[in-house]
């Protein structure tokens, strides 16, 4: 699904497995998770085997993706990437430098926030866009999980660049949605929707542009999102 909302010359991979052979990890990769349970394991195992699809994908050699500050992934020379994973979803996607200045991608599961998060992680005016939370199984679309993930793609294309944390308010973001919303809705949830998104920065910073723009997806009772900011944004919003 990740692929859906990517360019062609972004590589990505993704799976639904929950866990992966032994012998997966580099040794260096394995002393990162030593001492983690079992979950946290199988997160971090997942998710670099995904990456290792995708550098596949870019004609690169397997590497091992260790992680600095916040958890961001250490990647390969010239390389910018971003990983993702979720109950029933780990995902992994890949870019040369030269193509792509940032990326970011999340999934989730596609059903509301927990009590109290949506109050955390959203602005007023968003909740005013999105409206009130929609219950579990009527198969309406669950905005405030789209938004969350959307922040969470905002600040995995945001953060390796500036090397500054951007809170959960300190993004504006507004919703479109580009398909049918008869397409696919019924008792067990839309099969399909999808659209975009504009993320108006209020934490701003020069290597960037103040609005990152990216694409959403629901499918199989998951949410994927994606942003990507191209090395000549400059010129592009001058054009």
């Not at 030593?34 to 690169?60: E, H, I, Q, W, Y």
């Not at 090397?163 to 399909?192: I, K, M, Y």
Request: contains cysteine; proline residues 8%.
């Amino acid at each position: 699904m990740i692929e859906l909302l990517l360019p062609a010359d972004v590589s990505s991979a993704a799976t639904r497995a929950e866990t992966v052979p032994d012998g997966t990890l580099f040794p260096e990769e394995e002393a990162l998770i030593a001492r983690s349970v079992a979950k946290r394991r199988n997160d971090f195992a997942t998710a670099r085997a995904c990456a290792r699809r995708a550098m596949a994908g870019l004609g690169l050699p397997p590497a091992a993706v260790l992680h600095g500050h916040r958890g961001k992934p250490l990647w390969p020379e010239g390389i910018v990437g971003t990983l993702t994973h979720c109950a029933g979803y780990r995902a992994a996607a890949l870019a040369r430098a030269t193509d792509v200045l940032s990326l970011g991608i999340d999934a989730e599961p596609h059903a509301p926030l927990p009590t109290g998060v949506r109050e955390l992680v959203t602005l007023p005016a968003e909740r005013e866009r999105i409206g009130p939370p929609a219950p579990e199984g009527t198969g309406e679309i669950h905005w405030d999980r789209i938004l969350f993930s959307a922040k969470e793609s905002v600040f995995k294309t945001w953060y390796p660049v500036t090397g500054v944390e951007l809170d959960f308010v300190e993004a504006d973001l507004t919703f479109h949605r580009t398909d049918s919303p008869e397409s696919g809705a019924g008792s067990q949830g839309p099969a399909a929707a999808e659209g975009t998104f504009a993320a108006r920065l209020l934490l701003t910073d020069p290597a960037l542009p103040t609005t990152l723009h990216g694409r959403w997806r629901v499918e199989d009772d998951i949410v994927a999102t994606a942003v990507l900011v191209r090395p000549d944004w400059r010129e592009s919003k001058g054009s």
